[in-house]
């Protein structure tokens, strides 16, 4: 194996939690390292070699290092969850691009003001007023509105128009065909 080689699967195992890595500047081999900052590249080194060149560690913000060391999940669009509890894995659905016009129909058809509503929801009316103004509301909102009017937000992703890329040309489809929208 040459030492490229030798050294990428090095770094791979000081990220991945391999084996003990070996440190970059002096070579030591299987010694704790922790990574540096060398100039403007990150590198892993041992303690001996951060304390000799006077190195600092690389900072990661407090939150930052909290949310890594964390093995919580997160309820957003990072794909992890509880199914059943985050939105984003209902499959399928996305908000209706009418959400705003469902949200003020359902709610003049039950006769409630702005304010009833966002008393029913246990939200501000600013909440109510950017819903129906088209602001897109959170996940939690959107729950709460479904709830509250009865009404369906979440719907079936209709997929994108599609373009049919030809295979028959030996260039492939270029960002000037896009562009053009096959004009030729």
């Not at 030798?6 to 003990?20: D, I």
């Not at 440190?23 to 299987?30: F, N, T, V």
């Not at 819903?131 to 009017?149: C, F, M, N, Q, Y």
């Amino acid at each position: 194996m040459c030492t490229y080689e030798a050294l990428m699967n090095n770094r791979l195992n000081n990220h991945t939690g391999g084996p003990m890595p070996d440190c970059e500047l002096c070579g030591a081999m299987k010694v704790g390292t922790r990574p540096v900052i060398m100039g403007r590249a990150e590198i892993q080194a041992c303690k001996r070699c951060t304390e000799k060149m006077g190195l600092e560690e690389k900072k990661v913000a407090p939150g930052l290092a909290r949310v890594n060391n964390s093995n919580a999940t997160s309820g957003g669009y990072g794909g992890i969850g509880k199914k059943g509890k985050d939105i984003m894995l209902r499959g399928e659905k996305e908000l209706a691009s009418d959400f705003s016009k469902r949200v003020v129909e359902a709610r003049t058809s039950k006769g409630w003001d702005k304010r009833e509503l966002a008393r029913k929801m246990a939200e501000k009316i600013n909440v109510i007023n950017n819903v129906e103004s088209g602001k897109r509301p959170t996940d939690a909102v959107i729950r709460k509105l479904e709830r509250a009017l009865d009404i369906v937000l979440m719907v079936d992703a209709s997929p994108d128009e599609n373009r049919h890329v030809n295979t028959g040309q030996s260039r492939g489809f270029t960002l000037g065909d896009f562009l053009l929208g096959g004009k030729e």
